[in-house]
Every structure is written in C-alpha cells, then in structure tokens.
C-alpha cells in the first residue's frame, strides 16, 4: 500500500495550476483539522493521515498556481518529510540528529536550539542549525492566541557552503503544537529579501472557506522575489 506521501504526490500536482478546484480533496484516509489564510497570498491546510506515527502532522500550501509545498512534521516539530513540487525536491530528515528540534524544550523553557541533516535525491545532505526563542509577547489573530518566537537558522551545503540564512519572528499554536510563519529576511548568494506570513484567518471544519484552495490576502501585491530552490525552505515553520 501507498504511504500517505506518495498518495500525495499522486493526488496533488495535477492541482498546480490557476484551474485548481475550489476545494482541496485530500487523500483517502487524512483528515483535515485547520485551514490557515496568510498575509503572502498562501493558504495552508493542516491535516493527519492513517497510517502516519503518532503525533505526526501533515500540512499542504497552495497560491494562485496551485500546490506549493507539502511536507510532514513529527510531535516535535521536526521536518519529517518536505516536498517542493515546482522544483521536484524532496528532502526527508536524516537519523539521529545531532541536536532535535524539540516543541517541548521551547514551550517549557523558553528556548530551543537544534543541529539536525535532510537528505534529498536531488540536492544531496543539507544541515540546518539554528534557535527558537519565546519572546513572551502574545498575539491574538482571528481569536487564536498565539505566542510570538524570534528564529535563526542556516542551512550548509555537503561542502560546508552556506546556501543561506534567515531570521525573523514566528508564532508557535501551544495547543495544536504547530509553529506559523511570521515576518523573515534571507540571505542567500542572490542577495536579501523579506517577506511576510503571518496568518491572517483560521478556519476550522464546517466553517467558510475550509480547504479551500483560493488564497485570499496579498496576492495582489508584489510577491516575494525569493530564488525558486529556496523559495519555500527558508520560511522556517518547522516544515
């Protein structure tokens, strides 16, 4: 039997496209729990599949040309899997992480530090290392309370090269355990950009516009220049 990714990656390129049905049909047993509309012309649904280790979340992203990015992350936080359609990546995290990401150690106290690999067909071993910090600042976006992070993280080539590096702000969902982008600056070999997305509605099942695959915020302004290969890495939500 198929696992969840590859039922994915069956289902959803055929939706990448401005002809993307109105709502997003996820795979045959997965089940969706948030819909999240953001500030940068993307919206995200996060959902769990059969099948999956427990704890497991699985989120996919759509803009006005369809699917943008779909990937896993385990009751950490840590990226378990993670697909870039448009530039046919796939990267999965490499066993035993020198440092693991750890929602738990940023919820208790305040803090987490991570050192961890993914490998890719494509691309090879990339290593990304970096920080999570509370702020204690809180935010409340569309009745969600949401607590405000400042993040760093690298991301090294096999060769030690650093490919590029972002810092921002997130927000983490204490009870749903998930992170959400914020606003982030990267540097990387064509220079800098920034780019902004934070969520702007949550949508929960039964409610308008959930699993819908029709961004609502910011696509009419200019989107963000970011290279095609990092375009959706280095928005650090730990996916």
Not at 108 to 133: H, I, K, M, N, P
Request: glycine share 8%; proline share 7%.
């Amino acid at each position: 039997m198929k696992t969840p990714i590859a039922l994915l990656l069956c289902a959803w390129p055929a939706m990448a496209s401005a002809q993307a049905p109105r709502e997003v049909a996820l795979p045959e047993g997965c089940a969706a729990a948030l819909t999240v509309q953001t500030a940068n012309c993307t919206v995200s649904h996060h959902f769990t599949c059969e099948g999956d280790p427990e704890g497991w979340r699985r989120r996919v992203d759509l803009d006005l040309d369809g699917v943008s990015y779909f990937g896993a992350i385990d009751a950490e936080t840590q990226w378990v899997e993670s697909v870039y359609p448009r530039a046919d990546r796939r990267e999965a995290l490499a066993p035993d992480p020198a440092d693991p990401a750890s929602f738990t150690e940023l919820s208790e106290t305040g803090a987490d530090s991570f050192d961890f690999t993914t490998l890719s067909d494509q691309v090879g071993e990339t290593r990304y290392v970096g920080f999570d910090s509370l702020t204690g600042e809180t935010v409340t976006i569309d009745g969600v309370e949401l607590e405000q992070t400042d993040y760093e993280v690298r991301a090294t080539g096999e060769d030690g090269e650093v490919l590029w590096v972002s810092r921002g702000t997130e927000f983490i969902d204490r009870a749903r355990r998930i992170f959400l982008s914020g606003t982030s600056e990267v540097t990387g070999p064509e220079g800098s950009f920034t780019s902004n997305d934070t969520p702007i509605e949550f949508i929960l099942p039964g409610e308008p516009g959930f699993l819908s695959s029709n961004p609502k915020h910011g696509c009419g302004a200019t989107m963000s220049s970011a290279p095609a290969p990092i375009a959706k890495e280095i928005f650090h939500d730990h996916l």
